[in-house]
């Protein structure tokens, strides 16, 4: 199944890319690969969370921040695809980086970036299966909680 029919299974609709915050470009393609720059998880233009994650009043939910990490994923999907001539033509995830603004005594980065590969997963079947890393930092652009960048092979037309 093509990687739009599974989106359209899943009742996700790919976004705009989303556009830029600063200098640079939402995504370079170098050769057979697709380099995404760091995808907030923004819809509609705003945050659908703001602050740190971890436990406790005024921080972001781990439940909450792995949602969050879907949408920047599916922001990164979407900046790779603008590049690549379409979803479709994205052959395989080579590799995930997620950063998770983080509370000192949050550990549980890679729980929360399992949201991003998930979906990913979801929807490229084992194409989508990838290398991954999920780092804590103290704060990210905007104040958003999670931050996803990608690596993807894509095919040639």
Same mark, same amino acid.
């Given at each position: ?9 899943? %009742? #996700? ?17 170098? %050769? ?56 479709? !033509?994205?052959? !395989? ?19 929360? #970036?399992? %949201? ?15 290398? !991954? ?25």
């Amino acid at each position: 199944m093509s990687a739009s029919a599974r989106l359209a299974e899943l %009742g #996700i609709e790919l976004p705009d890319v989303v556009p830029p915050v600063a200098s640079y470009v939402p995504a370079v393609q170098l %050769g057979a690969l697709v380099y995404t720059s760091g995808q907030l998880p923004l819809s509609g233009g705003a945050l659908v969370h703001t602050g740190k994650v971890g436990e406790g009043a005024g921080l972001v939910s781990e439940t909450d921040a792995t949602a969050a990490a879907r949408v920047a994923a599916l922001n990164a999907v979407a900046a790779a695809a603008s590049l690549a001539g379409g979803v479709d !033509r994205i052959a !395989r995830v080579v590799k995930v980086v997620g950063f998770v603004a983080s509370d000192p005594s949050f550990t549980g980065q890679p729980r929360v #970036i399992n %949201g991003a590969s998930n979906l990913l997963q979801e929807i490229f079947g084992d194409a989508g299966v990838h290398a !991954r890393s999920a780092v804590g930092v103290a704060v990210l652009p905007l104040d958003a909680p999670v931050e996803v960048e990608l690596i993807v092979e894509v095919t040639t037309p």
